[in-house]
């Protein structure tokens, strides 16, 4: 077989899978189309749950062992066992603090995601206003 033959072949080859793999139009390169949209709703609802339930009840389970903790701490003093437990309580409200301040934050970025993604959408609509038909402004 000659090379332009050969060459001829592979690229015909390739040129079909490449086509095989169009999903007719619609982007993406396979069957299913991707759910790009956002629900803010869902995230409000997120968010509210971080605010009113986690967060309160973290505060409170936190507050809870502390107070736990305090009273075995005084009940052991002098003893190693009361030393450890207050390296035990120290620990737990530095957890309990980086938890907190994790939550504050997740609810946060849920609350600006959906500014952000309007953000973006208003963005991508004034990059293609040039090419819209119709008069400019």
């Known amino acids: 077989m000659a090379f332009a033959d050969e060459w001829s072949r ?7 899978m490449r086509l095989d793999q169009l999903d007719g ?32 009840d973290t505060k409170t389970a936190g507050d809870h062992a502390d107070a736990s903790t305090s ?16 390296t035990v309580e120290e620990t737990w409200t530095g957890q309990v603090k980086m938890l907190l301040g994790r939550l504050g934050g997740e ?11 309007q953000v973006q959408e208003l963005k991508t609509r004034d990059g293609f206003q040039p090419l819209a038909p119709g008069p400019k402004e």
């Not at 396979?30 to 967060?55: F, M, N």
């Open 10 to 16: 592979i690229k015909a080859e390739t040129t079909a």
């Open 25 to 56: 139009g619609g982007g993406g390169g396979g069957t299913s189309q991707p759910d790009l949209k956002t629900a803010p709703d869902e995230k409000k609802a997120a968010a509210r749950v971080i605010q009113d339930i986690l967060e309160p």
């Open 71 to 86: 009273a075995a701490k005084t009940e052991f003093a002098g003893w190693q066992t009361g030393a450890a437990l207050k």
């Open 107 to 117: 609810k946060a970025s849920l609350g600006g995601a959906g500014l952000s993604f």
